[in-house]
């Protein structure tokens, strides 16, 4: 069994002390053995005691002990058994703290000198920062299911508020925090029922009596609430933004200090874990590092299979189990004391409704052309501009894609599974192709192009791309959302396909009720092969219930969608036929 290196304090360059458990290989103590180290810095507790279910712990533990590493836990400040306070996500404080942990790791004698970080989600975000130290110890990091651009890809795609997650996701740190169930839970039952799961936070060795532990509590009183910041957001640039420090705290500001660096990356996303692979495809080819870029059909943290074309979500392919070997055996090549390989720049992706793998050294994959289908007043999709008309659609404010989407698996890591989307695209506009002659492959991104009027001032465009059977199943696809005064292109920070908007407050424009006007959007990248005799569908709706806030839905709006060879379009981007 591997033996526990203690929950230490490390104290900062402020003397504010971060906790800290190490984890050391079998005997490698005793034995005088230098190994290399996995660092995990997180924000929600690094261990647990007195929980229902440490699995995740121990799991971890004896995942990368037994490939011969040792494992360091890190309590972000502000969290956890760590003092201080936490003043937003992924702060240039909590970047400096990382960087004097990294020096403390390998100021220790059975440290070989190499450090490499992996984490999920936030921790996937706090292992990519490691990157950008440019220190000659961070030798390999893995971001799994990460926020490259952590407001356009997750809490505010297209300027619209993803309302649900960023809710809950603070009372939940919150609770984490103050070490308080009741604060994320309606009822002393649920908060009963919630510690019994979670726990407390690890305290350090030497708090025998609780002491440090109460202070620092007290010390994340002053924590930053998310969600106070950023319910009022309306602009990228607003004082709220600032005050979080986005755009600097993004990782995609940050590649400046991974650029022609030889810190080895191995980023992994999903095409239906939020814009997760949308952030994977932008750091791939916008980051001067060696990567070999990962992109599957999975729920968030990768356990389970979010495949749309199946009946129900299963276990993922590959397993979780095999995925997290899969990590350990990277990074143990890469903090051994052998040479580490070299890491070739390579995506690997998954093809839904096939299941095959493929593996490319390029983005759009070679073969990749844009094919244009019209929207026409009829309800269809066709391959020519059709006669001038118009569509109108009263937009439905209970239009939704359900408790089990993209967006809610960042919530616990729950399953994704939108069914069968034929009742919900009643309360969407719609426009269905005819029925394909062969097996047609879509990878890359959409790029819908609107020509449109609203009675209102705003709104928001919520689009579907949408698969159909002959028998009229309706099979999700992807999306794309966009604030209508967030509707301005500008130059993107990172590399994207189609148009990026900036959502700043300088670039913000009302809509003019009655007037029609262009609006082009993305949507999220995926890799789909759709069955001969299905039918591709384009719906749109004006609201997504239960996910994101609404927008300019107090008074009844109507969408006039305008066709004609200058009228609405979307470009899908087809692979070859072998």
Known sequence: MPVSGSAVPVVMRDGTALAVDVW??????????RVGTVLRATRYWRAAVDAADDSATSGEVALFTGFGLALVTVDVRGTGASRGRWDGPWSDTELADLAEVVDWVVAQPWSNGRVGAH???YDGNTAEMLASLGSPHVRAVSPRFADYDPWAHLSFPGGVLLEDFVARWTAETRALDLDDPAVAVSSAEEAAELREWIGHPRPLDDDVDGRMMRAALRDHLGNVDLWDAASRLVDYDDEASQRLGYPGSAPFARRGGVDGTTVAMRPVGSWYDAGTA??????????AAPQYAVIGAWSHGGGFDADPFLDEPGEARPPL???RIDLAAWLAERLGED???TTTPTLTYVTVGSGAWRTTTQWPPPGVTAHRLHLAADGALLAGPPALGATAYDVDPAASTGPSNRWHTQAGQAPVHYGDRAQADTACATWTGEPLAAPLTVTG???????MSTTAADGAVHAYLEAVS???????LTEGVLRLRHRATGPAPYVVDGPYHPCTGSLAQPMHPGAAEPVELALLPLSAQVPAGWSLRLALA?????????VALDEPATWTVHHGENGSWLDLPIEAQP
């Open 24 to 33: 050391l290989p079998e005997g490698a103590e005793a034995a005088g053995r």
């Open 119 to 121: 984490g999920v989600s």
């Open 278 to 287: 949308a952030g994977v495809l932008a750091r791939f080819r916008s980051t």
């Open 321 to 323: 189990d095999q995925q």
């Open 339 to 341: 040479d580490a390989p």
């Open 445 to 451: 991104t959409p790029v819908l192009h609107l020509v």
């Open 470 to 476: 002959p028998e009229g199943r309706v099979v999700y």
């Open 542 to 550: 004006g609201a997504d219930a239960g996910t994101f806030r609404g």
